[in-house]
């Protein structure tokens, strides 16, 4: 029997997105025997989850990924500066001060003419700069750690297939780098194209043309990837819609269900809830519409999905939407990145546990096995406790892997 194809498709949302991607993957490796991502079939990165994918195919794994980028406690140049991502764009604000006589002169000159106020505000707003953080240390920094022995910045020399997606400025067209025609730009360049989320990084120039997010078009863009032919197709989008208990209530009141039931029959306790958006101001009805936005989209493509490629297992990985603790965590602060990479770690075991008579079909097909047994370890933790010392991780990270090894060898002795 042929061994079964496995594609690895990643979507965006800034810091906080990557920080649930890392420790979703965890979780997912450390509970499907047989899976290893650094050696999918193809992946495909959209915004933070290109940073992501770009790293697995080069084989960093999620663990190590997650020494690096949330635990801080990898080795130069593997070790993420959360600074990197947070420079002001010093340049776009010097070029923006350069226009400003000129632009000011032009607007009085509107002004005496007669022209409305409205259009002097709008040839005022060519001043704003098109972003406000620059990437180009980080990208730098990237283009370390993929330069690494062993690794690779050049698309043309992966072990695998890799496709990061942005959107042309100009013309509105996704552009999946790494593809034929694309796959000469270096990948941490095509990693910044990728995540220059408008407004807050500036576009991207690559020969000439400016890219931006590659989420503006689509949430996955896995159709390039469907179209190599793959047996099993992991997803995992950070970003959802909130789910408030007002809204869930008139749910209930539709449908008769019973309010203490998460989908799947797990009742274990779920975070605080928000009872009403509209009492968290414009940033929390910001979030919401931007993620109900993406995710609209997310859904449609995944029923698209499923009609055009029936002979594709599609296991789609996501936050609850009623978990009010992920919603709630700004996008972009690193301060709080163990705690929420555990509680993806944690929330994910979670998933994997109540959809389990599900998932186990879909696995087996790809010659997978769902680890039901790791799984019932409550005790299971992603990092260590922050108030244990570097000897006390290590003893808790020994024990667990002692854990894995027992369990595999006696379900082995056991036939």
Not at 79 to 89: G, K, T, V, W
Not at 138 to 150: K, N, R, W, Y
Not at 343 to 358: C, D, I, P, V
């Amino acid at each position: 029997m042929p061994q079964a194809r496995i594609g690895l498709a990643l979507a965006g949302g800034g810091p906080l997105g990557a920080i649930y991607e890392v420790g979703a993957l965890c979780a997912l490796e450390e509970s499907i025997e047989g899976l290893d991502l650094t050696a999918c079939d193809g992946y495909i990165g959209v915004s933070a989850g290109g940073f992501i994918a770009a790293a697995l195919v080069n084989g960093m794994t999620p663990r190590q990924l997650c020494a690096a980028f949330i635990e801080n406690s990898a080795a130069p140049p593997d070790r993420f500066d959360p600074a990197d991502l947070l420079e002001p764009a010093w340049a776009e604000f010097g070029q923006r001060l350069a226009e400003l006589p000129a632009q000011l002169n032009e607007a009085l000159l509107d002004m005496l003419r007669g022209r409305s106020w409205l259009g002097t505000l709008e040839r005022l707003g060519r001043l704003l700069p098109n972003g406000l953080l620059s990437s180009e240390r980080f990208g730098a920094a990237l283009a370390q750690v993929l330069s690494a022995p062993g690794r690779s910045n050049d698309f043309r020399r992966l072990r695998r297939p890799l496709i990061l997606v942005a959107t042309d400025l100009d013309t509105g067209e996704a552009v999946p780098f790494g593809t034929p025609g694309w796959d000469h730009v270096p990948i941490s360049r095509a990693v910044q194209a990728s995540a220059a989320l408008p407004g807050l990084y500036p576009p991207i120039e690559i020969e000439g043309r400016h890219f931006v997010d590659g989420a503006l078009k689509k949430t996955l863009h896995a159709t390039t990837l469907l179209d190599q032919g793959l047996d099993l197709l992991l997803c995992i989008n950070p970003l959802v819609p909130y789910a408030s208990d007002r809204g869930r209530a008139a749910q209930r009141e539709r449908r008769h269900e019973s309010a203490d039931s998460p989908p799947g029959g797990d009742r274990r306790a779920l975070p605080p809830r928000i009872h009403r958006l509209v009492d968290g101001g414009l940033p929390l009805v910001m979030s919401q519409t931007f993620r109900s936005l993406i995710h609209s989209r997310l859904e449609l493509g995944m029923k698209g999905y499923e009609t055009a490629y029936p002979g594709t297992d599609i296991l789609l990985i996501e936050p609850d939407r009623r978990d009010g603790e992920l919603f709630l965590a700004n996008t972009f602060s690193y301060r709080q990145r163990r705690h929420l990479a555990e509680h993806a770690y944690q929330a994910t075991r979670q998933q994997l546990r109540s959809r389990a008579e599900r998932l186990a079909p879909q696995l087996a097909r790809a010659g997978l096995r769902l680890r039901t047994d790791l799984l019932a370890h409550d005790d299971a933790r992603l990092l260590a406790p922050p108030e244990e010392t570097r000897i006390d991780a290590a003893l808790h990270r020994l024990r667990h892997s002692l854990s894995v090894l027992e369990a595999r060898n006696g379900l082995r002795a056991g036939g």
